[in-house]
């Protein structure tokens, strides 16, 4: 979760202040980290062959038993080919193209299919960040929006992912996620000159956050969403010079809008490096660590490779923590969320997974207001997503439970 003021306003008095970390970008120590990354997800992929098999042997794995046979895998939007980056874009705007099941009563806003998931996420943001299930939950919902583009739109692909440890490297506008061809998920925004540095915190009286604008700000103007139609929001959407904007009608009101993004390769490279993602990966030794690193402790100066990319995205609704999923980039983003998790947790699978020590934290953004204590036993739910309330103790695993997928 980014820190928009709106979140701010919920943490509490006593909120720890660390030093603001200083990016190592040395070419040296970034490869250094890329290889050292891959050698992490060389071993997860090993331990998820063991414990596929290990499920095909023993029968486990929930209502479908998940083996190497049968396992799906997500790959790097850029090892795909142009061929089937554009079945993926395709099958996305044929979600945006389907009516929305969310009654207008709940959401009067939502117009298709892809808006469901917006006003799903927009409900609970409160409920699903900061908390015990931040993970597990955006786990089961992209998982839900990559089976809504398989069963409802054709798409005969998995959910891709976005590698911002690329990105950092080659540049946002350089990414084949965001170079603006028909095989991208489009670029950025048209430009907006002299705008101010988008500063988080200061209102909160915590030590203030700059990020540097980046090379747009307006309307997408290239690639398959260069005519997309944005529904719903804003409910918080930070803005040049520490403004927050915000739809007096709701953020569950019709507000129809293009599709803005202000791509920064500078926020990408400060925050969600090679060296960063390597961080998250080896620092941590439990989960609550793990995922307070990963989002950014309030105070530290760091939005986490979390809320690095978030911003590095940037527009509307990108900025906008409630509304985030607007961006069709949304999903990528938390394929690699997931994937950064899924490396994690295969490193010590039995405390990291199935013990009652996998999840931390409480059922409220940072505990507020309070609330109990989340565990493995607790739902999650997903609204007109049109996904069942699933136990957090059937998703932990992505071998487990409705899933069989893993990383490559």
Known sequence: MRFGSLALQLLPAASVVLAAPTPDTTPDTIQTAVDDIASLADQAFKQAETEAADNEINKRGGENTCSWRNVSVRREWGSLSKTQRKAYTDAVLCLQEKPARTPAEVAPGAKTRFDDYVATHINQTLQIHYTGNFLVWHRYYTWLYERALRDECGYTGYQPYWDWAKSAIIGMHDSPIFDGSDSSMSGDGEFIPDREDIILGQAQGLPPVYLPVGEGGGCVKSGPFKDMVVNLGPAALDLPGGLVDANPEGPLAHNPRCLKRDLSTEVNRRYANATAVLANLIQPTNVYDFQMQMQGV????????????????????????????????FYLHHANIDRIWW???????????????????TNTFLNQPPSADTTLEDYVEYGYADGPARQIKDLMSTLGGPFCYIYL
Do not use: E, K, N
């Not at 590095?312 to 961006?327: A, C, E, I, K, Q």
């Not at 490396?343 to 934290?361: C, E, F, K, N």
């Open 298 to 329: 309030p105070g530290s100066g760091s939005i986490g490779i979390h809320g690095g990319p978030h911003y590095s995205l940037g527009g509307d609704p990108g900025r906008d923590v409630f509304t985030s999923p607007g961006d069709p980039a």
């Open 343 to 361: 490396i994690w947790q295969m490193l010590d699978p039995q405390t990291r997974i199935h013990s009652s020590v996998a999840i931390a934290g």
